[in-house]
């Protein structure tokens, strides 16, 4: 690359957002060296997160004065990575917001980049004993407002929690602002009740013992901010029936060397309860919801996010779109594709995003059952257990016979500010009813 002495003013180039809950990034490697020069949209450096590889681009044309990050380095999001300047003549005077891309594919929804500040001032994952719910849940919030919430994600109950400067205690844009770039401490905040109103969490000293000492890594914490963000938020109710699955055994014992034969794809039982799963959707709607404050979101799309265990023993939930609009072949490739992509840690950031109900196959560690904990923002998660053979009673018109049957018990955990107990029970009745009709 040329060297360029043509530059005026320097800025921060910032470390942008890159997805929902992704808190901070690996520098994996600088394409730029101090001193060189680069026009708008060259890649930068990459960036590694928990999820995927990125690829940050330059918001404008300039010079790479000082790096102030280098490989290995792990930073939070909205940290200033490096010092740039703008070369004079650049058709864009002052930096627009960097866009990070995957290295598998762009991203489809193009991240908002975090407001202007020299240095976080708090850790995003450490929430201060300070952060308390300010009762501000029904109280009415700007255009504006709502729309810097909605495109950070951020809920009316998070909402409700930052510290307002305005008169009347109202919520400004600079709040949020200040807010975000603190690294939304109050995201996963525990309510914190005065003894004279309710219920106070007693600060009890456990004895935790003695031994090895294992550090969560950034995917791992990442998984119990939002388990307990989960159980904190809804009401968790769980539901149970039992399949008999023979008809589907045999049917895709039957099916399954000619299905791969036909389509190359081998054929697991993943996307036969996605089928049954979508179906039921289909037939119950408002299972397929998240809350927004008073407001219930009934979406028009169905993604089926799949839990995966990944080879470190940590959780990721690749997601099939739209599986109301695709047959069982394609399902089948979809579900083998992002599985093996989730094995060699190879998902894009999209492929990880916009599930409306997932699916936990808890029986592939052999479990007979699971108590699975929704996948928030959504309104309800379903856990399929071990298939298992046992004598099963078999009435029939000639009288009652004992079989040997293919079992399998599924469990919904359900939101219950959302979904009622009927709802609940008629959804899960109709996945076995499904499951059952092969």
Partial sequence: MSKKTNTTEKVDFKLPKMGESITEGTILNWLVE???????????????TDKVDNEVPAPFSGVLVKKNYEPKDVVKIGEAIAILQVVEGSTNSKPKPSEPKTSTQ??????????????????PNQVSSTWTNTNRGNYFYSPLVEKIAKDYHISYEELARIPATGAN???????????????R???FAQPVFSPSTGFQVPDLKFDKGKGQIVEMDRMRQMIADHMVYS??????????????????????????????KRTGEKLSFTPLFIQAVTKAIQDFPKINSSLDGNHIIVKDEINIGMATALPNGNLIVPVIKN????DLEQLAKEVNVLASKARDNKLSSDETKGSTFTISNVGTFGSLMGTPIINQPEAAILAT??????????????????????????????????????????????????????
């Fill in 323 to 326: 599986s109301d609009q695709k």
């Fill in 106 to 123: 762009s991203q489809s929804k193009k991240p908002i980049s975090t407001p202007q500040k020299s240095q976080p001032t708090s850790q």
């Fill in 185 to 187: 401490p109050a995201q």
């Fill in 34 to 48: 101090e001193g060189d020069s680069f026009e708008e949209g060259d890649i930068l450096v990459e960036v590694g």
């Fill in 231 to 260: 159980k904190h938020v809804s009401p968790h109710v769980t539901a149970y029936v039992e399949a008999d699955l023979t008809n589907m055994v045999n049917w895709r014992n039957e099916n399954k060397a000619d299905f791969q």
């Fill in 169 to 183: 205690d109202r919520l400004r844009k600079s709040d949020i602002f200040k807010y975000i770039e603190d690294g």
């Fill in 385 to 438: 257990g071990i298939i298992k053979k046992r004598a099963e009673v078999i009435e029939k018109e000639d009288g009652d016979t004992i079989e040997i049957r293919s079992m399998m018990y599924l469990s919904l955990s359900f939101d219950h500010r959302i979904v009622d107990g009927f709802l609940a029970g008629s959804f899960l009745r109709r996945i076995a009813d499904y499951m059952e009709a092969y």
